[in-house]
């Protein structure tokens, strides 16, 4: 059984630098194929498609944030690790990780999300 | 690349059936056969529940279906339940070796 679960601050102020961490199990990112999706959902908006990650570290960025994002991943603790730099109270929002099929990609399982607030 | 376009809301009555519409371009959905549906419930996580245009993943019903022609893509729910109302998104690999999700579509069960 696959599952993955967010964690990370709450809160951050503008212009810091925030991480979230996604911890899962059921799966290994050392697997051919398999990779590890970021996606965001600000408060009444539409999911945002953030960043993905394979297991050969092949990485893909979206085009509006591709600047601030760094996505990594830590085989030995099944964690994909998310920074995003210059945080902005419109980058408040639910974020997401999910397990993305490796032949069509789907995200078939996701993490409960995790809501951050960027306020001073 | 931009958003998919999905209408903002769509509404049906029981047992009716609705069509939500996801349009893109020749970059994503035109180009890839790689579009996906999931449901989201106020305050849960989203839920895939079309893969690949018009395939359900094991335990999502048979009521769900998917379709594509084109630039756009096209989930219908036939016969309606209170249980569908929840809002709906499409999403697509793009020719950047990217996703793009939609705007999302808010259905109402009337």
């Known amino acids: 059984q696959i599952t993955l679960k967010e964690s990370g601050p709450t809160l951050v102020k503008p212009t810091q630098t925030l991480t979230l961490t996604c911890t899962f199990s059921?799966?290994?990112?050392?697997?051919?194929?398999?990779?590890v999706v970021w996606i965001r959902q600000p408060p009444g908006k539409a999911l945002e498609w953030l960043a993905l990650?394979?297991?050969?570290?092949?990485?893909s960025y979206g085009p509006s944030l591709k600047s601030r994002l760094t996505i990594t991943k830590d085989t030995s603790k099944n964690q994909v690790v998310l920074t995003m730099t210059n945080m902005d109270p419109v980058d408040t929002a639910t974020y997401y990780c999910?397990?993305?099929?490796?032949?069509?990609?789907?995200?078939?399982?996701w993490g409960q999300g995790t809501m951050v607030t960027v306020s001073s | 690349q931009s958003a998919l376009t999905q209408p903002a809301s769509v509404s049906g009555s029981p047992g009716q059936s609705i069509t939500i519409s996801c349009t893109g371009t020749i970059s994503d959905v035109g180009a890839y056969n790689y579009v996906s549906w999931y449901q989201q419930h106020p305050g849960k996580a989203p839920k895939l529940v079309i893969y690949e245009v018009s395939n359900r993943p094991s335990g999502v019903s048979n009521r769900f279906s998917g379709s594509k022609s084109g630039n756009t893509a096209s989930l219908t729910i036939s016969g309606l339940q209170a249980e569908d109302e929840a809002d709906y998104y499409c999403?697509?690999?793009?020719?950047?070796?990217?996703?793009?999700f939609g705007g999302g579509s808010k259905l109402t069960v009337l």
């Open positions: 999910a397990h993305r099929l490796a032949a069509n990609d789907a995200l078939d399982i």
């Open positions: 990650i394979y297991w050969d570290d092949d990485k």
């Open positions: 059921g799966f290994s990112l050392t697997t051919s194929g398999v990779s």
């Open positions: 999403s697509s690999y793009t020719s950047s070796s990217t996703s793009v």
